[in-house]
Protein backbone atom coordinates (compact mmCIF):
# COMPACT_ATOMS: atom_id res chain seq x y z
CA UNK A 1 0.00 0.00 0.00
CA UNK A 2 2.92 2.41 0.95
CA UNK A 3 4.71 1.70 -2.23
CA UNK A 4 2.10 2.47 -4.31
CA UNK A 5 1.11 5.55 -2.63
CA UNK A 6 4.65 6.49 -3.31
CA UNK A 7 4.61 5.66 -7.01
CA UNK A 8 1.97 7.52 -7.62
CA UNK A 9 3.18 9.85 -5.68
CA UNK A 10 6.65 10.38 -8.18
CA UNK A 11 4.21 10.35 -11.30
CA UNK A 12 2.01 13.22 -9.83
CA UNK A 13 5.54 14.90 -9.47
CA UNK A 14 6.95 14.44 -12.95
CA UNK A 15 3.91 15.65 -14.22
CA UNK A 16 3.90 18.71 -12.67
CA UNK A 17 7.51 19.70 -13.61
CA UNK A 18 6.19 18.58 -17.29
CA UNK A 19 3.49 21.25 -16.93
CA UNK A 20 5.66 23.65 -15.52
CA UNK A 21 8.11 23.24 -18.25
CA UNK A 22 5.65 23.95 -21.03
CA UNK A 23 2.53 25.79 -21.31
CA UNK A 24 1.54 23.61 -24.24
CA UNK A 25 0.43 19.92 -24.70
CA UNK A 26 1.37 19.04 -28.07
CA UNK A 27 3.89 16.98 -26.77
CA UNK A 28 0.85 14.47 -25.87
CA UNK A 29 -0.19 14.21 -29.20
CA UNK A 30 1.41 11.13 -30.32
CA UNK A 31 0.50 8.70 -33.11
CA UNK A 32 -0.49 5.44 -32.59
CA UNK A 33 1.40 2.66 -33.88
CA UNK A 34 -0.17 -0.29 -35.58
CA UNK A 35 -3.11 2.00 -36.47
CA UNK A 36 -4.46 3.32 -40.07
CA UNK A 37 -6.50 6.69 -40.15
CA UNK A 38 -9.67 6.16 -41.50
CA UNK A 39 -8.73 8.67 -44.26
CA UNK A 40 -5.71 6.19 -44.98
CA UNK A 41 -8.35 2.91 -45.18
CA UNK A 42 -11.15 5.10 -47.32
CA UNK A 43 -9.06 4.98 -50.65
CA UNK A 44 -9.15 2.43 -53.08
CA UNK A 45 -6.08 0.20 -51.90
CA UNK A 46 -7.57 1.05 -48.22
CA UNK A 47 -10.96 -0.51 -48.52
CA UNK A 48 -9.43 -3.76 -50.57
CA UNK A 49 -6.88 -4.34 -47.95
CA UNK A 50 -10.26 -4.06 -45.90
CA UNK A 51 -11.75 -6.56 -48.19
CA UNK A 52 -9.38 -8.88 -47.72
CA UNK A 53 -8.67 -8.77 -44.37
CA UNK A 54 -12.56 -10.50 -44.42
CA UNK A 55 -11.35 -13.21 -46.59
CA UNK A 56 -8.70 -13.68 -44.67
CA UNK A 57 -10.94 -14.62 -41.48
CA UNK A 58 -12.78 -17.68 -43.22
CA UNK A 59 -10.29 -19.80 -42.65
CA UNK A 60 -10.76 -19.30 -38.74
CA UNK A 61 -7.66 -17.73 -38.35
CA UNK A 62 -5.63 -20.60 -36.03
CA UNK A 63 -9.16 -21.74 -34.51
CA UNK A 64 -9.09 -24.96 -35.09
CA UNK A 65 -12.93 -25.14 -34.14
CA UNK A 66 -14.06 -21.94 -36.00
CA UNK A 67 -13.51 -22.92 -39.93
CA UNK A 68 -15.76 -23.75 -42.15
CA UNK A 69 -14.21 -27.54 -42.61
CA UNK A 70 -16.34 -28.17 -39.22
CA UNK A 71 -14.37 -31.15 -38.95
CA UNK A 72 -15.56 -31.22 -34.80
CA UNK A 73 -18.89 -29.62 -35.68
CA UNK A 74 -20.11 -31.56 -38.46
CA UNK A 75 -17.84 -34.65 -38.96
CA UNK A 76 -17.40 -35.41 -35.28
CA UNK A 77 -20.75 -34.94 -34.72
CA UNK A 78 -22.22 -35.93 -37.30
CA UNK A 79 -20.72 -40.00 -36.70
CA UNK A 80 -18.23 -40.07 -39.36
CA UNK A 81 -15.41 -39.57 -37.26
CA UNK A 82 -14.38 -39.78 -33.69
CA UNK A 83 -11.94 -37.24 -32.18
CA UNK A 84 -9.34 -40.26 -32.04
CA UNK A 85 -5.67 -39.63 -30.55
CA UNK A 86 -5.35 -39.50 -26.97
CA UNK A 87 -8.45 -38.93 -24.11
CA UNK A 88 -5.97 -36.71 -22.60
CA UNK A 89 -5.23 -34.45 -25.33
CA UNK A 90 -7.32 -31.72 -26.63
CA UNK A 91 -10.13 -32.50 -23.90
CA UNK A 92 -12.77 -30.06 -24.61
CA UNK A 93 -13.55 -31.67 -27.87
CA UNK A 94 -14.35 -35.46 -25.51
CA UNK A 95 -17.88 -34.04 -24.27
CA UNK A 96 -18.68 -32.34 -27.81
CA UNK A 97 -18.42 -36.10 -29.64
CA UNK A 98 -20.31 -37.64 -26.40
CA UNK A 99 -23.11 -34.81 -26.93
CA UNK A 100 -22.62 -33.79 -23.02
CA UNK A 101 -21.57 -30.70 -24.14
CA UNK A 102 -22.64 -27.45 -21.90
CA UNK A 103 -22.72 -23.34 -22.64
CA UNK A 104 -19.68 -22.88 -20.10
CA UNK A 105 -17.48 -25.53 -22.69
CA UNK A 106 -14.50 -24.70 -23.80
CA UNK A 107 -15.18 -24.71 -27.66
CA UNK A 108 -18.35 -23.46 -27.67
CA UNK A 109 -17.00 -19.94 -28.03
CA UNK A 110 -15.02 -21.27 -31.54
CA UNK A 111 -17.36 -20.82 -33.82
CA UNK A 112 -18.62 -17.63 -32.92
CA UNK A 113 -16.10 -15.52 -32.07
CA UNK A 114 -14.77 -16.88 -35.84
CA UNK A 115 -17.67 -15.55 -37.55
CA UNK A 116 -18.08 -12.19 -35.63
CA UNK A 117 -14.66 -11.21 -36.23
CA UNK A 118 -15.91 -12.09 -39.67
CA UNK A 119 -19.01 -10.30 -39.67
CA UNK A 120 -17.06 -7.12 -38.12
CA UNK A 121 -14.45 -7.00 -41.04
CA UNK A 122 -16.97 -7.23 -43.43
CA UNK A 123 -19.40 -4.26 -42.21
CA UNK A 124 -16.24 -2.21 -41.17
CA UNK A 125 -15.85 -2.63 -45.44
CA UNK A 126 -19.46 -1.27 -46.08
CA UNK A 127 -18.69 1.69 -43.53
CA UNK A 128 -15.39 2.34 -45.26
CA UNK A 129 -18.18 2.06 -48.54
CA UNK A 130 -20.20 4.80 -47.37
CA UNK A 131 -17.67 7.43 -47.44
CA UNK A 132 -14.96 6.51 -49.99
CA UNK A 133 -12.53 8.27 -51.17
CA UNK A 134 -12.03 10.06 -54.29
CA UNK A 135 -10.37 7.13 -56.25
CA UNK A 136 -13.03 4.38 -55.45
CA UNK A 137 -15.72 4.35 -58.59
CA UNK A 138 -19.09 3.68 -58.38
CA UNK A 139 -17.73 0.11 -59.94
CA UNK A 140 -15.11 -0.46 -57.29
CA UNK A 141 -18.54 0.23 -54.62
CA UNK A 142 -20.65 -2.36 -56.47
CA UNK A 143 -18.24 -4.96 -56.61
CA UNK A 144 -16.07 -4.60 -53.31
CA UNK A 145 -19.53 -4.40 -51.21
CA UNK A 146 -21.12 -7.36 -53.19
CA UNK A 147 -18.18 -9.07 -51.80
CA UNK A 148 -18.91 -8.09 -48.40
CA UNK A 149 -22.07 -9.31 -48.07
CA UNK A 150 -21.20 -12.34 -49.30
CA UNK A 151 -18.50 -12.80 -46.76
CA UNK A 152 -21.18 -11.38 -44.24
CA UNK A 153 -23.50 -13.90 -45.34
CA UNK A 154 -21.29 -17.28 -44.98
CA UNK A 155 -20.78 -16.48 -41.47
CA UNK A 156 -24.57 -15.58 -40.46
CA UNK A 157 -24.65 -18.92 -42.31
CA UNK A 158 -22.53 -20.77 -40.33
CA UNK A 159 -23.62 -19.26 -36.94
CA UNK A 160 -27.30 -20.23 -38.05
CA UNK A 161 -26.60 -23.59 -38.48
CA UNK A 162 -24.59 -23.86 -35.33
CA UNK A 163 -26.99 -21.63 -32.29
CA UNK A 164 -29.81 -20.52 -34.58
CA UNK A 165 -30.56 -17.33 -34.17
CA UNK A 166 -27.47 -14.53 -32.87
CA UNK A 167 -27.49 -11.41 -32.64
CA UNK A 168 -27.54 -9.43 -36.06
CA UNK A 169 -25.35 -6.80 -36.45
CA UNK A 170 -24.54 -5.31 -39.50
CA UNK A 171 -22.98 -1.78 -40.47
CA UNK A 172 -25.01 0.61 -39.31
CA UNK A 173 -24.25 -0.63 -35.69
CA UNK A 174 -21.85 1.69 -33.25
CA UNK A 175 -19.28 -0.79 -31.76
CA UNK A 176 -18.81 1.87 -29.54
CA UNK A 177 -22.16 2.02 -28.18
CA UNK A 178 -25.28 0.12 -27.79
CA UNK A 179 -23.95 -3.45 -28.94
CA UNK A 180 -24.39 -5.14 -25.70
CA UNK A 181 -27.92 -4.38 -26.08
CA UNK A 182 -28.26 -6.22 -29.52
CA UNK A 183 -30.73 -9.58 -28.92
CA UNK A 184 -30.67 -12.74 -30.82
CA UNK A 185 -34.55 -12.84 -31.00
CA UNK A 186 -34.68 -11.87 -34.87
CA UNK A 187 -34.53 -14.92 -37.42
CA UNK A 188 -31.24 -14.95 -39.41
CA UNK A 189 -32.46 -16.37 -42.84
CA UNK A 190 -34.35 -12.94 -44.17
CA UNK A 191 -31.02 -11.04 -43.78
CA UNK A 192 -28.83 -14.28 -44.80
CA UNK A 193 -30.97 -14.30 -48.18
CA UNK A 194 -30.66 -10.37 -48.88
CA UNK A 195 -26.85 -10.58 -48.67
CA UNK A 196 -26.47 -13.80 -51.06
CA UNK A 197 -29.44 -11.67 -53.54
CA UNK A 198 -27.25 -8.72 -53.11
CA UNK A 199 -23.80 -10.64 -54.29
CA UNK A 200 -25.79 -12.72 -56.87
CA UNK A 201 -27.46 -9.31 -58.32
CA UNK A 202 -23.90 -7.67 -58.51
CA UNK A 203 -20.83 -9.92 -58.61
CA UNK A 204 -19.28 -10.65 -62.00
CA UNK A 205 -19.54 -14.39 -63.24
CA UNK A 206 -15.77 -14.27 -63.41
CA UNK A 207 -12.73 -12.85 -61.13
CA UNK A 208 -9.11 -11.67 -61.90
CA UNK A 209 -8.12 -13.10 -58.82
CA UNK A 210 -9.87 -16.92 -58.90
CA UNK A 211 -10.07 -16.37 -54.63
CA UNK A 212 -12.62 -13.64 -55.09
CA UNK A 213 -16.23 -14.97 -55.35
CA UNK A 214 -18.36 -14.99 -58.07
CA UNK A 215 -21.77 -14.49 -58.75
CA UNK A 216 -22.43 -17.95 -59.29
CA UNK A 217 -20.96 -19.08 -56.33
CA UNK A 218 -23.59 -16.92 -54.62
CA UNK A 219 -26.06 -18.30 -56.39
CA UNK A 220 -24.92 -21.54 -55.19
CA UNK A 221 -25.04 -20.67 -51.55
CA UNK A 222 -28.09 -19.02 -51.97
CA UNK A 223 -29.82 -22.00 -53.23
CA UNK A 224 -28.05 -24.21 -49.90
CA UNK A 225 -29.39 -21.30 -47.45
CA UNK A 226 -33.06 -22.17 -49.48
CA UNK A 227 -32.47 -25.62 -49.25
CA UNK A 228 -31.75 -25.69 -44.88
CA UNK A 229 -35.63 -23.73 -44.90
CA UNK A 230 -37.65 -26.10 -47.07
CA UNK A 231 -37.70 -23.92 -49.75
CA UNK A 232 -37.43 -26.56 -52.80
CA UNK A 233 -38.48 -24.88 -55.79
CA UNK A 234 -36.22 -21.99 -55.44
CA UNK A 235 -33.51 -23.74 -54.64
CA UNK A 236 -34.03 -25.96 -57.29
CA UNK A 237 -34.40 -23.22 -60.38
CA UNK A 238 -31.09 -21.69 -58.74
CA UNK A 239 -28.94 -25.04 -58.59
CA UNK A 240 -30.06 -25.97 -62.42
CA UNK A 241 -28.85 -22.71 -63.19
CA UNK A 242 -25.55 -23.20 -61.41
CA UNK A 243 -25.39 -27.02 -62.83
CA UNK A 244 -26.36 -25.36 -66.51
CA UNK A 245 -24.78 -22.48 -67.24
CA UNK A 246 -22.02 -22.07 -64.21
CA UNK A 247 -18.12 -21.42 -64.41
CA UNK A 248 -15.36 -21.14 -61.49
CA UNK A 249 -13.90 -17.85 -60.60
CA UNK A 250 -11.42 -18.33 -63.38
CA UNK A 251 -13.85 -19.05 -65.71
CA UNK A 252 -14.24 -23.19 -66.25
CA UNK A 253 -17.33 -24.77 -66.84
CA UNK A 254 -18.26 -26.39 -63.61
CA UNK A 255 -17.94 -30.20 -63.39
CA UNK A 256 -16.39 -33.00 -61.73
CA UNK A 257 -12.69 -33.82 -61.49
CA UNK A 258 -12.24 -37.03 -63.26
CA UNK A 259 -10.50 -38.29 -61.01
CA UNK A 260 -11.81 -38.19 -57.19
CA UNK A 261 -8.69 -37.86 -55.04
CA UNK A 262 -7.31 -34.79 -57.38
CA UNK A 263 -9.39 -32.62 -56.17
CA UNK A 264 -7.53 -32.76 -52.98
CA UNK A 265 -3.90 -32.04 -54.71
CA UNK A 266 -2.70 -28.54 -54.22
CA UNK A 267 -1.64 -28.43 -57.83
CA UNK A 268 -5.17 -28.53 -59.18
CA UNK A 269 -6.47 -25.97 -56.54
CA UNK A 270 -9.20 -23.66 -58.43
CA UNK A 271 -9.86 -26.51 -60.40
CA UNK A 272 -13.72 -27.01 -62.26
CA UNK A 273 -15.35 -28.80 -59.28
CA UNK A 274 -14.62 -25.72 -56.72
CA UNK A 275 -17.28 -23.75 -56.63
CA UNK A 276 -16.23 -21.86 -53.42
CA UNK A 277 -13.19 -22.36 -51.71
CA UNK A 278 -11.14 -20.62 -48.90
CA UNK A 279 -7.48 -20.11 -50.42
CA UNK A 280 -3.96 -21.46 -48.50
CA UNK A 281 -0.93 -21.40 -49.00
CA UNK A 282 2.16 -22.63 -47.81
CA UNK A 283 5.68 -21.08 -47.18
CA UNK A 284 4.17 -17.41 -46.80
CA UNK A 285 6.28 -17.13 -43.53
CA UNK A 286 2.68 -17.80 -41.14
CA UNK A 287 0.95 -20.92 -40.81
CA UNK A 288 -2.17 -18.74 -40.47
CA UNK A 289 -2.35 -18.76 -44.26
CA UNK A 290 -2.20 -22.38 -44.63
CA UNK A 291 -4.87 -25.25 -43.57
CA UNK A 292 -4.76 -23.91 -39.51
CA UNK A 293 -7.60 -26.08 -38.40
CA UNK A 294 -5.87 -29.76 -40.06
CA UNK A 295 -2.37 -29.51 -38.08
CA UNK A 296 -3.11 -31.95 -35.46
CA UNK A 297 -5.05 -34.20 -38.12
CA UNK A 298 -2.77 -36.70 -39.52
CA UNK A 299 -1.60 -40.23 -38.69
CA UNK A 300 0.41 -40.26 -35.29
CA UNK A 301 4.13 -41.14 -35.07
CA UNK A 302 4.74 -41.31 -39.34
CA UNK A 303 8.44 -39.85 -39.07
CA UNK A 304 9.76 -39.50 -42.30
CA UNK A 305 7.64 -41.91 -43.98
CA UNK A 306 4.51 -40.89 -43.93
CA UNK A 307 2.89 -37.44 -43.49
CA UNK A 308 2.09 -34.94 -40.57
CA UNK A 309 3.76 -37.26 -37.90
CA UNK A 310 1.16 -35.37 -35.24
CA UNK A 311 -1.28 -36.02 -33.98
CA UNK A 312 -3.64 -39.06 -34.48
CA UNK A 313 -6.95 -36.77 -34.53
CA UNK A 314 -10.16 -37.00 -36.48
CA UNK A 315 -10.57 -41.07 -36.81
CA UNK A 316 -13.28 -41.95 -39.41
CA UNK A 317 -15.95 -44.28 -37.28
CA UNK A 318 -16.70 -47.75 -38.22
CA UNK A 319 -20.05 -46.97 -38.88
CA UNK A 320 -18.73 -44.36 -41.65
CA UNK A 321 -16.22 -47.36 -42.85
CA UNK A 322 -18.94 -49.48 -43.09
CA UNK A 323 -21.27 -47.77 -45.10
CA UNK A 324 -18.81 -47.82 -48.35
CA UNK A 325 -20.24 -51.52 -48.54
CA UNK A 326 -21.50 -52.45 -52.07
CA UNK A 327 -23.84 -54.89 -52.84
CA UNK A 328 -23.31 -57.63 -55.76
CA UNK A 329 -24.41 -54.77 -58.19
CA UNK A 330 -21.98 -51.73 -57.22
CA UNK A 331 -24.66 -50.21 -55.21
CA UNK A 332 -24.64 -48.85 -51.76
CA UNK A 333 -26.63 -50.83 -48.68
CA UNK A 334 -29.66 -48.41 -48.25
CA UNK A 335 -31.34 -51.22 -45.82
CA UNK A 336 -28.65 -49.87 -43.57
CA UNK A 337 -27.37 -53.68 -43.14
CA UNK A 338 -23.89 -52.44 -43.70
CA UNK A 339 -23.21 -52.76 -39.99
CA UNK A 340 -24.00 -56.07 -39.66
CA UNK A 341 -21.79 -58.27 -38.70
CA UNK A 342 -21.51 -59.96 -42.08
CA UNK A 343 -21.11 -56.65 -43.86
CA UNK A 344 -18.75 -54.77 -41.41
CA UNK A 345 -15.59 -54.10 -43.09
CA UNK A 346 -12.57 -56.02 -41.93
CA UNK A 347 -10.36 -54.25 -39.71
CA UNK A 348 -7.01 -54.56 -37.90
CA UNK A 349 -8.66 -53.05 -34.07
CA UNK A 350 -7.02 -55.06 -31.99
CA UNK A 351 -3.74 -55.99 -34.10
CA UNK A 352 -0.18 -54.67 -33.74
CA UNK A 353 1.45 -53.42 -36.97
CA UNK A 354 3.64 -56.58 -36.68
CA UNK A 355 0.83 -59.36 -36.37
CA UNK A 356 -0.45 -60.77 -39.36
CA UNK A 357 -3.52 -58.94 -41.19
CA UNK A 358 -5.09 -59.25 -44.68
CA UNK A 359 -7.06 -56.27 -46.19
CA UNK A 360 -10.92 -56.35 -46.42
CA UNK A 361 -11.86 -58.54 -49.91
CA UNK A 362 -15.50 -57.97 -50.44
CA UNK A 363 -17.19 -55.66 -52.29
CA UNK A 364 -16.56 -51.60 -51.46
CA UNK A 365 -16.69 -48.36 -53.08
CA UNK A 366 -13.24 -47.10 -54.27
CA UNK A 367 -14.38 -43.61 -52.35
CA UNK A 368 -13.33 -45.31 -49.00
CA UNK A 369 -9.95 -45.64 -50.28
CA UNK A 370 -9.54 -42.28 -51.04
CA UNK A 371 -10.81 -40.94 -47.77
CA UNK A 372 -9.99 -43.41 -44.96
CA UNK A 373 -6.45 -44.30 -44.37
CA UNK A 374 -6.52 -48.21 -43.34
CA UNK A 375 -3.86 -50.73 -43.19
CA UNK A 376 -2.89 -52.62 -46.19
CA UNK A 377 -4.09 -49.69 -48.37
CA UNK A 378 -2.11 -47.60 -49.94
CA UNK A 379 -1.84 -44.11 -48.24
CA UNK A 380 -1.26 -41.64 -50.84
CA UNK A 381 2.34 -41.71 -52.16
CA UNK A 382 3.55 -42.46 -48.61
CA UNK A 383 3.14 -46.34 -48.08
CA UNK A 384 0.54 -48.89 -47.41
CA UNK A 385 -0.90 -47.56 -44.44
CA UNK A 386 0.97 -49.81 -41.94
CA UNK A 387 -2.38 -49.94 -39.17
CA UNK A 388 -1.34 -49.43 -35.24
CA UNK A 389 2.22 -47.93 -36.02
CA UNK A 390 0.25 -44.94 -37.19
CA UNK A 391 -2.46 -44.63 -34.18
CA UNK A 392 -1.92 -43.02 -30.99
CA UNK A 393 -4.49 -44.46 -28.99
CA UNK A 394 -6.12 -47.29 -30.94
CA UNK A 395 -8.84 -48.06 -27.94
CA UNK A 396 -9.71 -44.42 -27.81
CA UNK A 397 -10.21 -43.88 -31.45
CA UNK A 398 -10.00 -46.98 -33.79
CA UNK A 399 -7.52 -48.03 -36.64
CA UNK A 400 -8.10 -45.64 -39.34
CA UNK A 401 -6.86 -42.32 -40.35
CA UNK A 402 -8.01 -39.37 -42.10
CA UNK A 403 -7.16 -38.85 -45.86
CA UNK A 404 -8.65 -35.85 -47.41
CA UNK A 405 -6.83 -32.46 -47.40
CA UNK A 406 -3.45 -34.63 -46.31
CA UNK A 407 -0.16 -33.91 -48.33
CA UNK A 408 1.23 -36.21 -50.63
CA UNK A 409 5.18 -37.00 -50.02
CA UNK A 410 5.82 -34.90 -53.67
CA UNK A 411 3.87 -31.85 -51.97
CA UNK A 412 6.59 -31.63 -49.10
CA UNK A 413 8.00 -28.08 -49.39
CA UNK A 414 5.43 -26.84 -51.90
CA UNK A 415 1.80 -27.21 -50.80
CA UNK A 416 2.93 -28.26 -47.27
CA UNK A 417 4.51 -25.80 -44.21
CA UNK A 418 7.75 -26.40 -42.42
CA UNK A 419 7.72 -23.27 -40.97
CA UNK A 420 5.85 -24.46 -37.55
CA UNK A 421 6.20 -26.84 -34.95
CA UNK A 422 4.82 -29.41 -37.20
CA UNK A 423 4.81 -30.26 -41.00
CA UNK A 424 0.90 -30.57 -41.06
CA UNK A 425 -0.19 -27.33 -42.33
CA UNK A 426 -0.91 -27.45 -45.90
CA UNK A 427 -1.42 -24.84 -48.50
CA UNK A 428 -4.16 -27.16 -50.30
CA UNK A 429 -7.42 -24.96 -50.68
CA UNK A 430 -10.30 -26.26 -49.03
CA UNK A 431 -13.21 -26.52 -50.86
CA UNK A 432 -16.99 -24.96 -49.05
CA UNK A 433 -18.70 -25.56 -51.54
CA UNK A 434 -18.32 -28.04 -54.35
CA UNK A 435 -19.84 -29.27 -57.59
CA UNK A 436 -20.57 -32.63 -56.25
CA UNK A 437 -22.32 -31.29 -53.44
CA UNK A 438 -24.36 -28.63 -55.71
CA UNK A 439 -25.28 -31.99 -57.73
CA UNK A 440 -26.49 -34.09 -54.77
CA UNK A 441 -28.36 -30.70 -52.56
CA UNK A 442 -30.26 -30.08 -56.32
CA UNK A 443 -31.01 -33.82 -56.38
CA UNK A 444 -32.70 -33.28 -52.61
CA UNK A 445 -34.73 -30.50 -54.50
CA UNK A 446 -35.50 -32.30 -57.40
CA UNK A 447 -37.04 -35.41 -55.31
CA UNK A 448 -39.14 -32.90 -52.68
CA UNK A 449 -41.02 -31.69 -56.37
CA UNK A 450 -41.16 -34.24 -57.88
CA UNK A 451 -38.49 -34.56 -60.32
CA UNK A 452 -37.31 -38.17 -59.50
CA UNK A 453 -35.53 -39.18 -62.49
CA UNK A 454 -33.50 -35.43 -62.38
CA UNK A 455 -32.27 -36.65 -59.24
CA UNK A 456 -30.96 -39.98 -60.61
CA UNK A 457 -29.16 -38.59 -63.10
CA UNK A 458 -27.57 -36.20 -61.20
CA UNK A 459 -26.91 -39.18 -58.23
CA UNK A 460 -25.47 -40.69 -61.21
CA UNK A 461 -23.38 -38.21 -62.71
CA UNK A 462 -21.58 -38.56 -59.23
CA UNK A 463 -21.38 -42.54 -59.15
CA UNK A 464 -19.94 -42.20 -62.22
CA UNK A 465 -16.76 -40.84 -60.95
CA UNK A 466 -16.44 -43.03 -58.37
CA UNK A 467 -16.50 -45.86 -61.20
CA UNK A 468 -13.59 -44.01 -62.57
CA UNK A 469 -11.37 -43.36 -59.51
CA UNK A 470 -10.17 -46.79 -58.40
CA UNK A 471 -7.16 -46.95 -56.39
CA UNK A 472 -4.22 -48.36 -58.27
CA UNK A 473 -0.97 -50.10 -56.59
CA UNK A 474 1.97 -48.89 -58.52
CA UNK A 475 1.95 -52.37 -59.88
CA UNK A 476 -1.58 -51.39 -61.81
CA UNK A 477 -3.56 -53.50 -59.64
CA UNK A 478 -6.43 -52.55 -57.76
CA UNK A 479 -5.92 -51.74 -53.61
CA UNK A 480 -9.14 -53.14 -53.04
CA UNK A 481 -11.89 -54.99 -54.41
CA UNK A 482 -13.84 -52.13 -56.03
CA UNK A 483 -17.05 -52.80 -57.63
CA UNK A 484 -19.48 -49.71 -57.88
CA UNK A 485 -22.10 -48.54 -60.40
CA UNK A 486 -25.06 -46.25 -61.14
CA UNK A 487 -28.39 -46.67 -60.80
CA UNK A 488 -30.55 -47.89 -63.60
CA UNK A 489 -33.73 -48.70 -62.85
CA UNK A 490 -35.94 -45.62 -62.86
CA UNK A 491 -36.66 -43.93 -59.47
CA UNK A 492 -40.54 -43.76 -59.35
CA UNK A 493 -40.50 -43.99 -55.03
CA UNK A 494 -39.49 -40.98 -53.29
CA UNK A 495 -38.64 -42.30 -50.76
CA UNK A 496 -36.00 -44.65 -51.91
CA UNK A 497 -34.98 -42.32 -54.09
CA UNK A 498 -35.05 -39.99 -50.78
CA UNK A 499 -32.76 -42.87 -48.78
CA UNK A 500 -30.33 -42.96 -52.36
CA UNK A 501 -29.50 -39.27 -52.42
CA UNK A 502 -28.80 -39.01 -48.80
CA UNK A 503 -26.73 -42.22 -48.47
CA UNK A 504 -24.74 -40.94 -51.53
CA UNK A 505 -24.12 -37.50 -49.92
CA UNK A 506 -21.96 -39.48 -47.12
CA UNK A 507 -20.34 -41.31 -49.51
CA UNK A 508 -18.59 -38.49 -51.56
CA UNK A 509 -18.81 -35.47 -49.21
CA UNK A 510 -17.72 -37.34 -45.96
CA UNK A 511 -14.98 -35.75 -43.35
CA UNK A 512 -15.66 -32.63 -45.40
CA UNK A 513 -17.88 -31.11 -42.66
CA UNK A 514 -21.96 -31.62 -44.01
CA UNK A 515 -22.93 -34.43 -42.04
CA UNK A 516 -24.48 -33.57 -39.05
CA UNK A 517 -25.89 -30.67 -40.76
CA UNK A 518 -27.47 -32.63 -43.68
CA UNK A 519 -29.03 -35.04 -40.50
CA UNK A 520 -30.63 -32.15 -38.23
CA UNK A 521 -32.26 -30.58 -41.60
CA UNK A 522 -33.50 -33.87 -42.58
CA UNK A 523 -34.85 -34.96 -39.25
CA UNK A 524 -33.52 -37.49 -39.03
CA UNK A 525 -30.19 -37.04 -36.52
CA UNK A 526 -31.77 -39.01 -33.59
CA UNK A 527 -32.60 -42.50 -35.75
CA UNK A 528 -28.76 -42.47 -37.49
CA UNK A 529 -26.72 -41.00 -34.23
CA UNK A 530 -28.73 -44.06 -32.31
CA UNK A 531 -27.33 -46.11 -35.50
CA UNK A 532 -23.74 -45.34 -35.15
CA UNK A 533 -23.08 -45.17 -31.51
CA UNK A 534 -24.93 -48.47 -31.05
CA UNK A 535 -21.58 -50.13 -33.46
CA UNK A 536 -18.83 -47.42 -32.52
CA UNK A 537 -20.23 -46.91 -28.67
CA UNK A 538 -19.60 -50.89 -28.13
CA UNK A 539 -15.98 -50.76 -29.88
CA UNK A 540 -14.92 -47.67 -28.59
CA UNK A 541 -16.10 -47.73 -24.81
CA UNK A 542 -13.74 -45.53 -23.63
CA UNK A 543 -14.75 -42.65 -25.50
CA UNK A 544 -18.18 -43.71 -26.75
CA UNK A 545 -19.43 -45.98 -24.46
CA UNK A 546 -22.70 -44.77 -22.97
CA UNK A 547 -22.32 -41.40 -24.78
CA UNK A 548 -26.37 -40.81 -25.77
CA UNK A 549 -27.32 -38.07 -28.76
CA UNK A 550 -30.53 -35.91 -27.01
CA UNK A 551 -32.54 -33.42 -28.96
CA UNK A 552 -31.31 -30.32 -27.61
CA UNK A 553 -27.94 -30.99 -29.42
CA UNK A 554 -28.94 -30.11 -32.54
CA UNK A 555 -27.85 -26.95 -31.68
CA UNK A 556 -24.72 -25.31 -29.92
CA UNK A 557 -25.67 -23.74 -26.42
CA UNK A 558 -24.72 -19.91 -26.80
CA UNK A 559 -21.20 -19.24 -25.19
CA UNK A 560 -21.92 -18.73 -21.11
CA UNK A 561 -19.69 -16.29 -21.19
CA UNK A 562 -21.22 -14.29 -23.73
CA UNK A 563 -24.53 -14.34 -22.06
CA UNK A 564 -22.62 -13.22 -18.75
CA UNK A 565 -21.22 -10.37 -20.85
CA UNK A 566 -24.45 -9.07 -21.14
CA UNK A 567 -27.32 -10.62 -19.36
CA UNK A 568 -29.46 -13.72 -19.77
CA UNK A 569 -32.56 -11.09 -20.61
CA UNK A 570 -30.62 -9.79 -23.79
CA UNK A 571 -29.04 -13.53 -24.96
CA UNK A 572 -32.01 -16.02 -24.59
CA UNK A 573 -29.90 -19.54 -24.18
CA UNK A 574 -30.94 -22.32 -26.48
CA UNK A 575 -33.47 -24.68 -25.00
CA UNK A 576 -31.91 -27.55 -22.58
CA UNK A 577 -29.04 -25.33 -21.92
Excluded at 74 to 95: C, L, M, Q, V, W
Amino acid sequence: MNNFKLKIGALLSSAMMMVAVSCSDDFLDVAPTGLLAEAQLSSLAGIEASLIAAYSQVNGRGNRLGSPSNWVWGSIRGGEANKGTDPGDFTTINPIQRYENDAAGGEMGSKWNVCYEGIARANNVLRLLNNPGPDVTEADKKRISAQARFLRAHYYFELKRDYNNTPYVDETVDYGSGLEDVKNDKDLWPFIEADFQYAIDNLPATQAQVGRVNSWAAKAYMAKALLYQGKFAPAKSLFDDVIANGVTSNGLKYDLVPYYDDMFRGANDNHQESVWAYQSAAGTGSVANANPEFDLNFPYNTGPSGPGNCCGFFQPSFTFVNAFRTDANGLPLLDKSYNDPANRVKSDMGLNSDQAFTPDSGNLDPRLDHTVGRRGIPYLDWQDHPGAAWIRNQPNGGPYSPKKYVYERSEQGSFQDNSSWTPGYTGINFMIIRFADVLLMSAEADIETGALESARAKVNRVRERAMNSKLMRADGTMAANYVVSTYTAPWTDASVARRAVRMERMLELGMEGHRFYDLVRWNTVQAELDFYLALDGTILTGALGGAKFTDKFRLVPIPQDQIDLVGADILIQNPGF
